[in-house]
């Protein structure tokens, strides 16, 4: 069973920096692209990070280009979001998603985990 | 970017009638080279991750029923559900990705008449 488990939100200040992982089971890791997708409370989804299966090609939203970091590591089964920088407007939950299709950079997401909240607050 | 709208932001069906959710992307999301569109549809319930229902703008997902299906090319695609149920109630986006960047639409809410 396809399991994904986000972890590492939480409470942060503006200008301040967190790391959130996805541990991913139940599928070979190291064969799917893996996405991060975020919502603000109340808003829709926002598609902020994907990485191909090799982590060597990567690309992020304009929103969050040179302050997130999208990578992966594939002996721990798990993909990393590294955000700095942190602005009010990042507050949302985020969610780690799975590509459907092996290999492919360019996939639908056919599984995804239940997220994790990260507030932006002074 | 590719920016992809959709509409209506909400609809309201009543059971068992079709609902119709369109969705227009800024450019093209068909891939020459495989002829496929590049072009998802999700659901999303309240407190849960979205789910996905169509992929290659046509293709349905498996398990999911077969009142969901979706349909065009290029830069205009729909999704339809044939006859609306209760659990259908929810917010639906398409999502493009042809592009390096896979940009969603802004959701559409659709809930019972």
């Known amino acids: 069973e396809v399991q994904l488990l986000e972890s590492g939100g939480g409470l942060v200040q503006p200008g301040g920096s967190l790391r959130l992982s996805c541990a991913a089971s139940?599928?070979?890791?190291?064969?799917?692209?893996m996405s991060w997708v975020r919502q603000a409370p109340g808003k829709g989804l926002e598609w902020v990070s994907t990485i191909s299966s090799s982590g060597g090609n990567t690309h992020s939203a304009d929103s969050v280009k040179g302050r997130f970091t999208i990578s992966r590591d594939s002996s721990k089964n798990t993909l990393y979001l590294q955000m700095n920088s942190l602005r009010v407007e990042d507050t949302a939950v985020y969610f780690c998603a799975k590509a459907r299709v092996s290999v492919e950079y360019s996939s639908s997401s056919d599984y995804w985990g239940q997220g994790t909240l990260v507030i932006v607050s002074s | 970017d590719i920016v992809m709208t959709q509409s209506p932001d909400s609809l309201a069906v009543s059971l068992g009638e079709r609902a119709t959710i369109n969705c227009k992307s800024s450019?093209?999301?068909?891939?020459?080279?495989?002829?496929?569109?590049?072009l998802a549809w999700y659901q999303q319930k309240p407190g849960q991750p979205p789910k996905l229902l169509i992929y290659w703008a046509s293709t349905r997902e498996s398990g999911v029923p077969d009142r969901f299906s979706g349909s065009g090319s290029g830069t205009d695609f729909t999704l339809t559900i044939s006859s609306l149920q209760a659990e259908d109630v929810a917010v639906y986006y398409c999502q493009q990705y042809y592009g390096d960047l896979h940009t969603f639409g802004q959701g559409t809410k659709l809930e019972i008449k």
């Open positions: 450019q093209s999301v068909l891939y020459r080279s495989d002829n496929k569109n590049y």
């Open positions: 139940g599928f070979t890791f190291s064969s799917y692209a």
